[in-house]
């Protein structure tokens, strides 16, 4: 499996600032997700970060909203922009990783947000 | 369209007795199939998956999934519940569409509550 840290582990905001979610891998990966999960709901997918190229985003999310970077193969932050209490969510990182003859998931421990 | 069903909110088991955990889907092609569960203020931990094979696939901590493709169900399961396994499960499918990289579609999720 793969050991995935996420900074900050959670934090409480004021609407109309931004936060920077960083996501961190023990090893080189090629594909960076990242997913939000928002109060007593089941986890969405936000974007797909490559490294070297523009992440691609779900329908719904856009990129002056949630800005991804993927500098190189073991590291992604996320940022929040622009806050509102509707983005308070569990923000979490998940890697691809070869496993046998299929690719598995794995995921950080989220990052909770707050957004007074 | 891509989906997965988890109809239950919640399920509550006594202790020592066996659970099931359901799990509908809907997708295009042949799916893979995954159980991720989630305890308090963690990240997903991944259960068990089902790629191609046998029906009955085994997990972790002893919880094991019957894909059964009549039925479009992948419902989880174990013998004997503890305490230990109250939690939130989440049923996912990868999006056949999604080219060749693992795009998850969850469920709701289904908390888990097993009683002393």
Request: aromatic share 12%; glycine share 8%.
């Amino acid at each position: 499996s793969a050991v995935i840290s996420q900074k900050p582990s959670r934090d409480i905001c004021q609407r109309g600032t931004s936060l920077t979610i960083q996501c961190q891998v023990d090893s080189q990966v090629t594909m960076m997700f990242w997913y939000r999960q928002q109060p007593g709901q089941s986890l969405t997918l936000i974007a797909t970060a490559n490294q070297g190229s523009e992440a691609t985003y779900e329908s719904g999310f856009v990129i002056d909203k949630f800005p991804i970077s993927r500098p190189n193969l073991t590291f992604s932050t996320l940022t929040v922009s622009n806050m509102s209490p509707e983005d308070s969510s569990i923000y979490l990182c998940s890697v691809e990783r070869i496993s046998g003859a299929y690719n598995e998931q794995f995921f950080g421990p989220g990052t909770r947000l707050t957004v007074l | 369209a891509q989906s997965v069903a988890q109809p239950e909110d919640q399920v509550n088991v006594a202790e020592g007795n066996p659970l099931t955990v359901k799990c509908t889907y809907s997708v295009s092609g042949n799916p893979y199939l995954f159980w991720y569960v989630q305890y308090p203020n963690r990240g997903l931990q991944f259960l068990l998956k089902y790629i191609t094979g046998d029906n009955l696939v085994k997990g972790s901590y002893g919880f094991e999934a019957e894909f059964n493709k009549s039925q479009t169900s992948f419902h989880l399961k174990k013998p004997s519940a503890l305490v230990s396994d109250s939690a939130l499960y989440f049923c996912a499918v990868r999006d056949p569409l999604s080219g060749g990289y693992n795009k998850l579609i969850f469920g709701a999720g289904t908390r888990l509550a097993v009683h002393p």
